[in-house]
C-alpha cells in the first residue's frame, strides 16, 4: 500500500471522527459554508496528481450526505468553494453602507463565518440564507456549462424544441429565424444539486428550518427566474439570416440585487396549517432529461409538486411555456449522482426520496394577518432583528463604532442612522492617487501621482 492510500485511510477515519454539532435555533444546513475557506492556503492538501481532499477541520463542517456528493461528483467541490465565496463577496457588497455589513471576520476554521447572528431568525439570518443557496445553484449550473464536473454537461433540452418562427415585422411568417443550439447553463443539475447539497439536515420540523427552506427556496428562485436567451449571428457579411440561441443565466449581481429588494420587503411569519396547492408544474427546464432526475413517485399526477413556483417565476419573457413530460420508468440523464455509485437500497431510497419532497409543501403565513402570505421569491424571518449599533460579543456584532458614514445622506449610510445617534468626527486626510494617465505605444499606461485631500466621518 503506497503513501497516498494510506494518508486518504487516514484521512476519512478522521473525518467521520470528528462532528460538529450546529446550535440548537440555527438549524442543520448552515455549517457548510466553512467550505469558503478551502481555497485558503493550508486547507487543501494534494495527495497525488490531479487528487486533493480538503483539510479535516473544514472537511467535518460537512454532514454525511454533503461529503457524499463531492465524492460522487469530481469537480463539484471547486464550483462549490466558488458559490460560497461569491455569496460573501455579494452580501458584503449588498451591505456596505449598513449598520450590518456581513462581516466574516469571526471566521474560525469552518464555525460561525458569518458570526452567530445566524443563530438568530432574523432578515438578515434570511438574507443569508438565500444569497448562499442562490451563489450554489448560479455556480453548479455555470460549472456544467463549463466542462468542470464530470457528472453534467450543458443543458441541451432545448434543442430537441421546434424551430422558432419570427414574429417581428417583415419577417416570412412561418420561416425561421432562429433556432436553438449552443451550451445553455444547466440550471436544471443547479437547482436539484443546490436542494441536494444546500438543505441537508433542513427537515422542516421546526418553524426555523421551515424559515431556512423557504429562504433557500427562495434564492434558488431567483436564479432560475433571471435565466436570460443569448444569440449569436451566422449569415454572409454578419446579415444575421439564422440566429442560433441557447439560454444563459444572469450576472449574479443581479440575483444580489433582486434578494436585497426582498430584504427590504421582508415578511415576518408564522407557520399554517395548510399546505401548498398542488397544482403547480415543472417547467420544462426543471423536469428534462438534462436537469432534475425525479422519483415516479413525485412525476405522478397525485403527488404534490416539491417545485412550489409561482408562473412568474417559472416562465420569464424569453424561455418557451411548453412542458416536457418525463416517462417514470425511464432513467434521468445528467443527474446529481454519479451512475456508477448506485446504491443497494435504491427502492427504499426512492421513497425516502418522496418524503423528502414532502418537507417543501408548507406555506408560511404572514404574523400580521392583514398582510399577503409570502410568495416562494421572498425573504422570510420570525424576529427582529438586532440594533447593530454597539458590540455584542455573544451575537458576534461588531457594531458601528469607527464605521464610516456619509454625512449629506438621509438613508441608512447617512451619519445619523449608522452612528445610532452618537455623533461622528470629520477628519481631513491626504490621500495619493494615480492621476493624468496616458497611454503609449506600445504598450504602456503611465501615470503621475497626485495628492488630494478628503474629507471622511467616522461614527464616535
Known sequence: MDLSAVLFVCLITLCTSTGSKPKPGRGKGSMWWGIAKVGEPNNISP??????????????????????????????????????????????HQFRNRRWNCSTRNFLRGKNLFGKIVDRGCRETGFIYAITSAAVTHSIARACSEGSIESCTCDYSHQSRSPQASHQTGSVAGVRDWEWGGCSDNIGFGFKFSRDFVDTGERGRNLREKMNLHNNEAGRSHVQAEMRQECKCHGMSGSCTVKTCWMRLANFRVIGDNLKDRFDGASRVMVSNSLRQNGNTVPSNLANSNGIGMSSAAMSPNAASPNAFSADQMINDHMPDHLIKIHPNKPPLNTVNNPNSVSRNSVRSRGRQGKKNNRYNFQLKPQNPEHKPPGPKDIVYLEQSPSFCEKNLRLGIQGTHGRQCNDTSIGVDGCDLMCCGRGYRTQVIDVIERCACTFHWCCEVKCKTCRIKKTIHTCL
Open 47 to 92: 495527495l497525488s496528481s490531479g487528487i486533493m481532499y480538503m483539510d479535516p477541520a473544514i472537511h467535518s463542517t460537512l454532514r454525511r450526505k454533503q461529503r457524499r456528493l463531492v465524492r460522487d461528483n469530481p469537480g463539484v467541490l471547486g464550483a462549490l468553494v466558488k458559490g460560497a465565496n461569491l455569496a460573501i463577496s455579494e452580501c458584503q
